[in-house]
């Protein structure tokens, strides 16, 4: 059994425990279909791992792969606004850390990713989007995929999407989302059809808290001082594929399909 290490491991139990002290034993570790280590279905894909700082384009890419692989999108930075907006105790935790532009916990952060990770649909992979974000995450992150026969014949795939500083800030300062339907826009990259509304249901778009200017800088800073290990970490223990993030939106597509067809056949 692969060891666990640096996070504590206690499955399930964040949205268990906090509604229900109770729930935390009744939570299996293993999922029940899990297959044995090394033993996830012949045509699953990855796990695939989106890398690169926040506004470089890795929800729009994950997407797409999405659409074209038919595997689930997992982004911790979706599942805790969802969190925050429904007010549960979980919630009430994680906003403390966002609104700062702080990271969250890894412990806490690797609660929530384990209990998605073993639902069913992640059986033939999944599009990991905003998480690992540090090292211990990534640690934890690859014991649990061995433990649970995750890894498909590729092993873990990262896609890391490179932007320069100036670009990135002026992509997030323009990143506005449609506050029913969840769509994202950008003022610089992808504006909607009629400025300031959405295109799907015509809703007034909002600008994210953590998108402020000064929120913006300090998530900077938090990813340059956390994340950049992470990187020359994950070069050294994954399918690795750096792809300019500033290239027009599809050929970003066709560079990430094509560092994926690499992988699957290097694992031929
Ligand atoms: P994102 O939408 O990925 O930029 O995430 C929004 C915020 O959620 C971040 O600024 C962090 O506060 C938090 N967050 C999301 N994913 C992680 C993670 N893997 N580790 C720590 N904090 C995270």
């Given amino acids: 059994m692969a060891t666990i290490t640096a996070v504590r491991f206690r499955p399930f139990a964040l949205l268990a425990r906090r509604e229900d002290p109770s729930a935390e034993s ?33 929800g729009t ?37 966002m609104e700062k532009g702080e990271l969250v916990p890894d412990e806490l952060v690797c609660e929530i990713v384990a209990a998605r990770l073993l639902l069913p649909d992640c059986r033939r992979g999944c599009i990991l989007d905003g998480f690992p974000r540090t090292v211990a995450q990534a640690e934890w992150l690859r014991g649990f995929l061995d433990e649970n026969g995750m890894l ?22 323009g990143r506005r989302f449609c506050p029913s339907c969840g769509r994202i826009y950008n003022d610089a990259t992808q504006p909607p059809r009629v400025a300031g509304r ?46 300019l993030g500033t290239d027009p939106i599809d050929r970003v597509t066709a560079n990430v399909f094509g560092a994926l067809a690499a992988c699957r056949g290097a694992a031929e």
């Fill in 26 to 58: 009744a939570q299996p570790r293993r999922r029940p279909d899990a297959a044995a280590p090394g033993g996830a279905p012949a045509d699953s894909l990855g796990p695939i791992v989106m890398l690169g700082v926040p506004g470089a384009g890795k």
């Fill in 61 to 97: 890419q994950a997407r797409r792969i999405v659409e074209r692989f038919g595997l689930p999108q997992i982004s911790t930075g979706d599942i805790f606004r969802a969190a925050v907006a429904a007010g549960t105790p979980a919630g009430r935790e994680l906003a403390g850390y």
């Fill in 152 to 173: 498909g014949p590729c092993g873990l795939i990262v896609i890391y999407l490179t932007v320069g500083y100036n670009e990135l800030y002026r992509r997030l300062a």
């Fill in 198 to 243: 959405c295109d799907v249901d015509g809703t007034e778009l909002q600008q994210r808290r953590d998108d402020d200017p000064q929120v913006v800088r300090e998530r900077l800073i938090a990813y340059e001082e956390q994340t950049l290990p992470l990187i020359e970490y994950l070069r050294r223990c994954s399918c690795f594929h750096q792809i």
